[in-house]
């Protein structure tokens, strides 16, 4: 059985990237793969602390070779596209300098203005493949020299549906309450601003699921403080399923986003979403999704006081066409018919 290795700075969590890699993790163990992780944090089956994003030492070539020197083929998922951990970049580039790789980008240096000044990333060699997950990066990569092949992420778009019930219950909201769940980490560009004006628009309670990163806790203090609308921030209680069954609506203002998750899930769960103008927005819009502005709550809060199942119907069938699993390993299989085993040492 061959044996792959997905490789990041952290994996396990509910980051928008861990959450890719467990697909992937998924569609090639049911094509016959072994799977293992290597990460410099979380739940995974080696752990190599200097990969972390939050590494004080850089990790050594010798580390990083030990943790991948019994896998046929390694996945790459965003370490060596943003340019967080440089070092670990650098690091897991020399070790897999002529073995069978695919780098999975989500996020290259370029699309944010803090990061633009690298020109490093992403690194390239004749055994790897890249793989991007819009077809705007994919364009941007080809103007740089590195072909790349767009994989959309994949959901499960049979998903079961959550306990709307016992999750409203478990966070104090009442059965008439309107809950607008904005499923994001919390950091400037998901813009909690936008998300709670829309909520204070809708006479909504505001639900932010995820926790401050990148320093950005004093200022999401001071925005939820001054909310005119009741915030609850805290993780779910069960599933993202659950928060999404618990919800009325979806808030989903970001500036950037590398995909964005969130639209595609409020599809498959059956629940209206207010998306950002992000330019990756554009690019699934055009697929078909019928999304509403938050800049715009008047519409949805048309829509909450009528729901229409066409709605409904209509983007879920855009995911079931476009990002469901079966789609996702056919993506797979043809990628890896393009890729040359050979076991590195």
């Known amino acids: 059985m061959p044996a792959v290795a997905f490789v990041s700075f952290r994996l396990g969590r509910h980051d928008g990237v861990s959450v890719v890699a467990q697909t992937w993790c998924d569609q090639l163990a049911a094509l016959g793969w072994d799977v293992l992780t290597v990460a410099g944090d979380g739940p995974v089956d080696r752990l190599v602390p200097g990969l972390a994003l939050d590494a004080t030492e850089e990790p050594t070539q010798a580390a990083v070779a030990d943790a991948l020197h019994d896998v046929d083929l390694v ?5 060596c596209t943003i340019p967080l951990n440089l070092p670990a970049a650098r690091t897991v580039a020399r070790v897999l300098t002529g073995r069978p790789a695919i780098l999975h980008h989500h996020d290259p240096p370029w699309q944010r203005a803090e990061h633009a000044h690298v020109t490093e990333l992403p690194p390239t060699d004749p055994a790897w493949h890249h793989v991007t997950i819009n077809r705007r990066t994919e364009g941007e990569m080809a103007q740089r020299g590195i072909r790349a092949t767009t994989i959309y992420n994949g959901f499960d778009v049979d998903a079961a549906p959550g306990d709307r019930g016992a999750t409203r219950s478990a966070l104090g909201v009442a059965p008439q309450e309107r809950l607008l769940v904005h499923p994001v980490r919390a950091i400037p560009r998901k813009d909690v601003p936008a998300a709670v004006a829309l ?15 990148d320093g950005y806790g004093e200022e999401l203090r001071a925005i939820l403080a001054a909310a005119r609308c009741r915030v609850v921030h805290a993780p779910p209680p069960g599933s993202m399923a659950d928060a999404y069954a618990a919800a009325d609506a ?65 983007n879920l069938a855009v995911a079931r066409a476009h990002f469901g699993l079966e789609r996702l390993r056919r993506d797979l299989e043809s990628l890896l018919e393009r890729v040359s085993l050979r076991r590195g040492g």
């Open 75 to 79: 996945v790459v998922e965003n370490l």
């Open 199 to 213: 909520a204070e628009a809708l006479d909504a309670t505001y639900w932010l699921v995820g926790p401050a990163e």
């Open 250 to 314: 979806v808030a989903f203002p970001s500036t950037w986003e590398g995909f964005g998750n969130p639209p595609v899930e409020a599809a498959i769960h059956r629940r209206p979403v207010a998306v950002g103008p992000y330019p990756v927005a554009d690019e699934l819009r055009a697929l078909g999704f019928r999304w509403f502005g938050p800049g715009d709550p008047a519409a949805l809060d048309e829509f909450l006081r009528a729901p229409d199942d066409a709605l409904h119907d209509h």
